[in-house]
């Protein structure tokens, strides 16, 4: 049975940092793209990043250019997403995902495998 378990998440102040991690089991996840995805109250989830299998290539949400770092150890069957300079709006549930075979980076849809998401709060 698959499992992605995120980690990491907490309260921190405004421009402090936090670093997420997504442990997989019952599934190697190097053969396949991760990403990130964040989630409000109401409102439909949304993309933050993403990795290719190998690490070589990365996409960022524009929310998240600059600030937010996500990176991979095949090897720990891990993924991570380093976060800087949180903002408020930063604020929300954070899951990771297996992207399926053909599924695009910055959809939902483009992902079939789930983890149970990490709360991130900042307080201004």
């Known amino acids: 049975q698959v499992q992605l378990v995120e980690s990491g998440g907490g309260l921190v102040q405004v421009g402090g940092s936090l670093r997420l991690s997504c442990a997989a089991s019952?599934?190697?996840?190097?053969?396949?793209?991760m990403g990130w995805f964040r989630q409000t109250p109401g409102k439909e989830r949304e993309f933050v990043a993403a990795i290719s299998w190998g690490g070589e290539s990365t996409v960022y949400a524009d929310s998240a250019k600059g600030r937010f770092t996500i990176s991979r150890d095949n090897a720990k069957n891990t993924v991570y997403l380093q976060m800087n300079s949180l903002k408020p709006e930063d604020t929300a549930v954070y899951y990771c995902a297996n992207k399926r075979p053909g599924g695009t980076y910055y959809y939902a849809t483009g992902y079939d495998y789930w983890g149970q998401g990490t709360q991130v709060t900042i307080s201004s």
């Open positions: 019952g599934h190697t996840i190097s053969s396949y793209a």
